[in-house]
């Protein structure tokens, strides 16, 4: 069975620790490193992404080194999974004045609201009282759109929590950030750290303490540092939480929807999971769960060749202009919906160009601002508003990907499949089965699909079977849409290169990025960067002394802000030849690329 097979052994086993050794980008935190074993993506094809891809993600499961760093599996980290899953365990028991409370900005919100909706399913399934709720930085229209503004303003998260807290006694705050860098989030922890007869404070994150942000937040006193600094001193009497792995750099630096989204989830599964049980929270069983993502990531690629044509379709559909939709079921279908959203912050997409679907819709969902579809089209988000909206103008350029699985309304799947055949022969599936299952409505489906991927699982999974197939799902989408944009040619090297810079974290990475890449002082990047944001070739006063906040303001109506700068830090020419160079060339890479060569 395929469930324990190791991975293949890649060529760049050797730097697979390079990262760790302190001189090697030393003035980053670990979240926003490059990774060594990701050098080549973007030009490297369909294999040989999945493969790093592979080898970045099982880097979350290493074992400590001999380096600062405190991993995933280490003996302090499974300790303090135990100690929090206790005291959700005294909140189950006291239903009615006490409250878990998730929250985060980004990614770390939609797994927020997706990990509260589903342990509140649980929880009634198990007889107990739903006690989880979710905060979002930006609201419930954050989930399926980029509203990268409001995660830095720490003092809409506190007011947020204040009022979804409002009135308990007891409130366990899980607050993620995977960089320990989100305003919105430091904000909420300080508010917990300042009324700790009601909220102890729990924070998950994938940098060491002390590579927590140190920029200062406009506005206030706190910085995410100074934040951390305080809760690392109550950790000491269990008044406080810090889970923080280090999992090593992401595929695309800085992306910390892929390994930072997985281990949000696998390490809130698993104390989540240890709480609701009604036996008693151990080392081993801890451990023991920790494992099994181990193993359901090696099972997930070790279907990496199917796994590489569902990206290389993705590819083409993008390549040409047109556009892939992820029709999804329950839990499988909010993956895809939140997979998706994550495009626009981080490749520069357009919301059309990837799209997520789920069965059900709003009703499915069950967030709390209830239906939001009248605040438009990308708000559209149930099979019907496919029906509606995209079926009628599909083509064959256009790829289509179903998730689903066994336990899904199969019948359901294979009506929706047919309807989609009509119109495209480019369609796909992602299917969770497991061992022993009958497959012959299944088989139809495969029939009208021009591939698929079946990710039977051994019984011996069965247990978490839900959690798994979702972090299989979720691996192999961040696969597909990254691949796919690679495809694109919105990834130089390992870098996003057309990044939004909607938020201080971007702004700053933007930044960061152009010095890289230019060789130019920090000085000359930051003018060249306003002078593309703003679309002027001399910086006014007035520009030169506005907020920060006004920058990534005004960036969020703006297009390829950051190509457009380099192409004129590398050339020296003016923000229209910029823009005609990137209109002549519009594979961003191709023409980082050309301006490079020539510089
Ligand atoms: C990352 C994603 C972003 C982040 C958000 C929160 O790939 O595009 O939306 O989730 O910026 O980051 P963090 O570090 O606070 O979890």
Not at 30 to 45: C, G, M, Q, Y
Not at 103 to 115: I, K, P, Q, W
Not at 417 to 434: C, D, G, L, M
Request: hydrophobic share 40%; aromatic share 8%.
């Amino acid at each position: 069975m395929a469930f324990v097979a190791k991975p293949d052994r890649i060529d760049t086993f050797s730097t697979i620790h390079d990262w760790e050794s302190a001189d090697y980008e030393p003035t980053l935190p670990v979240s926003e490193k490059s990774n060594p074993l990701t050098r080549h993506i973007d030009r490297a094809p369909a294999s040989s992404i999945v493969k790093m891809l592979q080898a970045c993600d099982a880097q979350m499961f290493q074992e400590k080194s001999q380096t600062q760093y405190q991993r995933l599996l280490s003996e302090e980290m499974v300790k303090t999974l135990m100690e929090v899953a206790e005291r959700v365990r005294l909140i189950l028991k006291d239903p009615q004045d006490s409250l878990v409370v998730l929250s985060g900005c980004g990614t770390s919100g939609r797994l927020a609201f997706f990990m509260a909706s589903g342990f509140n399913r649980e929880l009634q399934r198990l007889n107990y009282a739903p006690v989880c709720s979710y905060v979002i930085a930006g609201g419930d229209r954050a989930l399926f759109s980029s509203q990268e503004a409001p995660e830095d303003d720490p003092t809409l998260g506190a007011l947020r929590l204040k009022k979804v807290s409002e009135g308990k006694k007891r409130v366990l705050f899980v607050g993620v950030s995977c960089g320990l860098s989100a305003p919105f989030v430091a904000g909420q922890l300080d508010f917990c750290l300042r009324h700790p007869d009601v909220y102890t404070p729990v924070l998950v994150g994938f940098n060491p303490a002390h590579q927590a942000r140190k920029e200062p937040i406009p506005g206030c006193t706190l910085t995410f540092h100074s934040v951390v600094t305080r809760m690392e001193e109550l950790a000491k009497t269990q008044k406080a939480f810090l889970i923080n792995p280090a999992l090593g750099p992401e595929a695309i630096s800085g992306s910390s929807r892929m390994k930072g989204g997985s281990a949000t989830k696998i390490l809130l599964e698993v104390v989540f999971s240890a709480s609701f049980s009604r036996t008693p929270v151990t080392f081993n069983g801890i451990l023991q769960h920790l494992r099994s993502y181990e193993k359901a990531l090696d099972f997930t690629y070790s279907h990496s060749e199917e796994i590489a044509a569902l990206m290389e379709a993705a590819g083409r559909s993008l390549q040409c202009g047109r556009q892939v939709c992820y029709l999804g079921w329950g839990s499988l279908g909010l993956l895809g919906l939140i997979d998706a959203s994550e495009c626009k912050p981080t490749f520069g997409a357009d919301h059309e160009d990837i799209r997520g679907f789920v069965s059900g819709g709003y009703k499915e969902l069950g967030n709390n601002e209830g239906d939001l579809t009248l605040m438009g089209p990308e708000f559209s988000i149930s099979h019907d508003d496919f029906l509606d909206g995209v079926l009628p103008r599909l083509t064959d350029d256009d790829a289509v990907l179903l998730l689903y699985s066994h336990s899904d309304d199969v019948d359901e799947v294979a009506k929706l499949a047919r309807r989609v055949r009509e119109k495209t022969s480019n369609i796909h599936a992602a299917y969770h089965q497991t061992d022993g299952d009958a497959a012959a409505k299944q088989d139809d489906i495969n029939k009208l699909c021009s591939s698929t991927v079946i990710f039977t699982w051994p019984q011996e999974a069965s247990k978490r079977l839900q959690h798994l197939r979702e972090f299989s799902t979720k691996l192999l989408l961040n696969a597909v849409s990254t691949g796919a944009h690679i495809f694109k040619g919105k990834v130089f090297k390992n870098y996003m290169i057309d990044l939004q810079v909607t938020n201080s974290k971007l702004y700053r990475r933007a930044a960061r990025l152009l010095q890289k890449l230019s060789g130019h002082s920090e000085s000359e990047c930051e003018e060249a960067l306003l002078k593309a944001i703003y679309q002027v070739d001399k910086l006014s006063e007035d520009i030169a002394t506005c907020s920060l906040e006004t920058h990534t303001h005004t960036a969020a109506k703006a297009k390829k802000v950051v190509p457009l700068a380099l192409v004129c830090l590398l050339t020296g020419c003016s923000i229209k030849e910029a823009e005609s160079r990137l209109e002549q060339q519009p594979i961003v890479r191709e023409a980082m690329e050309t301006c490079l060569k020539s510089s």
